[in-house]
């Protein structure tokens, strides 16, 4: 983390004035635009070279492109002379919602639904680019001050620095955890979707009609614990005086399984509102946004344009047949292959298909088949183990049939392993016995290394799953403890 910038340091078109805040990967300026705006400049501590800062250059055009009158406008994202990664984003005056609730407390249910519709038109445009913003909170809630038919006037800020943050620190848990839903907490990212900005846009609603915070404790494990696991008092116990559906509404968007919320913002917006038709300045706003119009169509279709792929995670899955290890394509590398991403898409072993692999054991074992089920084999014992047939590529040559046994076993009698036995491991050789040229059938005895192929399989196998086990209990205890 570098010093703090003094007052009247320019960076790109702004000057800068004092330190807002500080955090781990980011420092927020207050700043003076070229033109006399009021600027918000975010510096992160990011490398400039790496994925994670080339996605969030290629949303931040996008976003550009968009112009959604409820997003803040992005006027710069570069990187100064010496390599230090920042955005510039104009505000105007004004305060964000945390500021306003600590000044003048809960809002009214209009002010409220008001803020509600602006800041959930962002997230749903948002979402039609397949950006999620991750990190919805008061803070991040600008109420800009004017004469603007709509108040309070709203503007989203920060859309894609938390997956920035996040992305550029794997492992660590950034930001407030009060404002994070269950599935970000205790999930894979895979996970983490619009469904995450749903319940905290709930999460929101609940505050600003309250002035109260349902999941809050002294200590940031304290704060996951309530988040996962506790239950936010009913809305009506602390305003009694809203309607009924308002409660409903924002009760069911802070379910604890993302699957039991909306399907959509949209669909949250319209619950909350109850039947009840947007004021005419507000529907003006942000109507057409909500409802697909025709013209917020196209400026999505601009704004997807912008990029040269969709900068969301789509990972497909390739060659699952034949227990072939899955092949992990990335949508021109978008995105890296976190640990959780790749643990996600894993195989579990027991699940692995062995068809191929049986269909290809059936299909060498075909010409040389007989009616017999067994043959009569003489006692190992007699014929002494050759030293050099012992390595693990021993190739079988036999004109008979022949079937390696499911254990080491002195019977004299050759069976053929029950269907799971047929389970051939990637990294696996064939395993087999040589039959002396001139032998007959019965004289064919199992090597070492056949008797010994089950054992070796069947160990690892228990290796494998140890491993995978391993590695998961150690990543769910390093994201709960940072």
């Known amino acids: 983390?570098?010093?703090?910038?003094?007052?009247?340091?320019?960076?790109?078109?702004?000057?800068?004035?004092?330190?807002?805040?500080?955090?781990?990967?980011?420092?927020?300026?207050?700043?003076?635009?070229?033109?006399?705006?009021?600027?918000?400049?975010?510096?992160?501590?990011?490398?400039?070279?790496?994925?994670?800062?080339?996605?969030?250059?290629?949303?931040?055009?996008?976003?550009?492109?968009?112009?959604?009158?409820?997003?803040?406008?992005?006027?710069?994202?570069?990187?100064?002379?010496?390599?230090?990664?920042?955005?510039?984003?104009?505000?105007?005056?004004?305060?964000?919602?945390?500021?306003?609730?600590?000044?003048?407390?809960?809002?009214?249910?209009?002010?409220?639904?008001?803020?509600?519709?602006?800041?959930?038109?962002?997230?749903?445009?948002?979402?039609?680019?397949?950006?999620?913003?991750?990190?919805?909170?008061?803070?991040?809630?600008?109420?800009?001050?004017?004469?603007?038919?709509?108040?309070?006037?709203?503007?989203?800020?920060?859309?894609?620095?938390?997956?920035?943050?996040?992305?550029?620190?794997?492992?660590?848990?950034?930001?407030?955890?009060?404002?994070?839903?269950?599935?970000q907490l205790i999930g894979f990212s895979i996970d983490v979707g619009p469904a995450a900005d749903l319940y905290a846009l709930a999460l929101l609603v609940y505050q600003s009609l309250t002035s109260s915070r349902p999941f809050k404790s002294d200590s940031a494990a304290g704060t996951i614990l309530q988040v996962v696991r506790g239950t936010a008092e009913p809305l009506r116990a602390l305003r009694p005086d809203l309607p009924r559906g308002v409660e409903t509404a924002v009760m069911r968007a802070l379910a604890k399984e993302r699957t039991a919320r909306y399907a959509s913002v949209a669909e949250f917006l319209l619950a909350l509102q109850g039947g009840e038709p947007l004021d005419e300045s507000l529907d003006a706003l942000v109507g057409g946004w909500l409802r697909s119009a025709d013209a917020a169509q196209v400026a999505i279709r601009q704004a997807q344009a912008q990029a040269d792929s969709k900068p969301s995670f789509q990972v497909v899955a390739l060659n699952m047949g034949g227990g072939a290890v899955p092949e992990i394509v990335e949508d021109q590398a978008t995105v890296p292959n976190t640990m959780d991403e790749v643990m996600r898409l894993a195989v579990p072993v027991e699940q692995i298909s062995i068809g191929a692999a049986r269909a290809k054991a059936e299909t060498r074992a075909a010409p040389i088949g007989t009616p017999s089920a067994t043959q009569s084999a003489p006692d190992t014992k007699s014929q002494p183990p050759d030293n050099d047939k012992t390595d693990e590529n021993v190739k079988i040559e036999a004109t008979g049939p022949l079937s390696v046994p499911a254990a080491p076993s002195t019977s004299a009698s050759l069976s053929v392993p029950a269907a799971p036995s047929s389970l051939v491991l990637a990294n696996s050789a064939p395993v087999a016995a040589s039959v002396p040229t001139g032998s007959s059938p019965t004289d064919v005895s199992p090597s070492p290394a056949s008797r010994s192929s089950q054992p070796m399989a069947s160990h690892n196998i228990e290796r494998l799953i140890l491993l995978l086990v391993g590695v998961v209990l150690g990543f769910l205890l390093r994201h709960l403890t940072s």
């Open 1 to 183: 983390m570098g010093r703090e910038l003094p007052q009247g340091t320019t960076v790109g078109r702004c000057t800068v004035e004092r330190l807002r805040e500080r955090h781990g990967l980011s420092e927020v300026y207050a700043a003076v635009g070229h033109v006399g705006q009021a600027c918000r400049l975010s510096f992160f501590h990011v490398d400039p070279d790496g994925q994670p800062w080339r996605r969030f250059v290629a949303e931040s055009q996008q976003l550009g492109a968009l112009n959604h009158p409820c997003l803040a406008e992005v006027l710069e994202t570069a990187v100064t002379p010496d390599g230090r990664p920042y955005q510039v984003v104009s505000l105007g005056p004004g305060e964000d919602l945390a500021s306003r609730l600590r000044r003048s407390g809960a809002l009214t249910m209009p002010e409220a639904l008001t803020v509600a519709q602006q800041v959930g038109a962002a997230l749903h445009s948002l979402h039609a680019l397949d950006l999620i913003h991750r990190g919805l909170s008061p803070e991040r809630i600008f109420l800009c001050e004017g004469g603007d038919a709509v108040r309070p006037r709203v503007r989203l800020l920060d859309a894609g620095v938390t997956r920035l943050l996040d992305d550029s620190a794997a492992g660590a848990l950034l930001g407030n955890p009060e404002y994070k839903a269950p599935e």
